[in-house]
């Protein structure tokens, strides 16, 4: 199962790096300056993945969480074919605007999954292996998305790690089973927070609000 998450979570980020790695091809077919480009792959792209990533993460503690990823998989995989189709700047931006709204449906579901997984022993330990992912599909992104475009065209690049994404989101939602919620968190109460005191409580937090900003600034240095 962690095996599984670890492989979705490099999807999403293998999906992410392509169209930095394969801009110049893509600027040369479509015609696009490097200012669009760059609100391609920031402003459009994180618009919608900031945005949706926290009332995801709230559905998904209130419904299958299993299906939440899959259908997210799905979403973002089927938007990274279409980016391989797109023949015109406004279609190329619709495109990464799905993809991030997808994308952004990715880790919530997974933590909480992770959660139910593990005992708060191993916890942290799975929680570290799974961000793996993340750097598993920075990796092959170069490696695959630069392979393919050189050996064939950007476009199929594209296509194919969206293909690979549309495969993976229906073995998620086949082969994957939900765990049986909050079962190493017993002393937890079972009533569920309205989403306004989820907000209240996170930032009632010195931890997390500290933590969200170190993360913020670790984005902005990694994708600046």
Known sequence: M??????VY??????RQLLSILAKPIQDSLHVTDGQLGLIGGLYFAFF?????????WFADRTNRVTVL????AIWSAATTACGL?????????ARMTVGFGEAGGVPPSYALITDLFPPGRRGTALGIYNLGAVVGIAFGIAFGASIAAAFDWRYAFIAIGVVGL????AVRIFVREPERGRFDLHLSSAKPNFTDTLRMFFSRK?????????GATQMITYG
């Not at 490099?10 to 999906?15: H, I, K, R, S």
């Not at 899959?70 to 998989?73: G, T």
């Not at 495969?167 to 229906?170: D, E, K, N, Q, V």
């Open 2 to 7: 962690l095996a599984v998450l670890c492989f």
């Open 10 to 15: 490099a999807l999403n980020f293998l999906d």
């Open 49 to 57: 993945y900031c945005f949706i990533a926290v009332p995801v993460g």
């Open 70 to 73: 899959s259908l997210a998989c």
């Open 86 to 94: 797109a023949t015109s700047y406004p279609q190329l931006v619709v």
């Open 167 to 170: 495969i993976t989101a229906a």
């Open 207 to 215: 931890t997390l609000v500290l933590a969200a900003l170190g993360s």
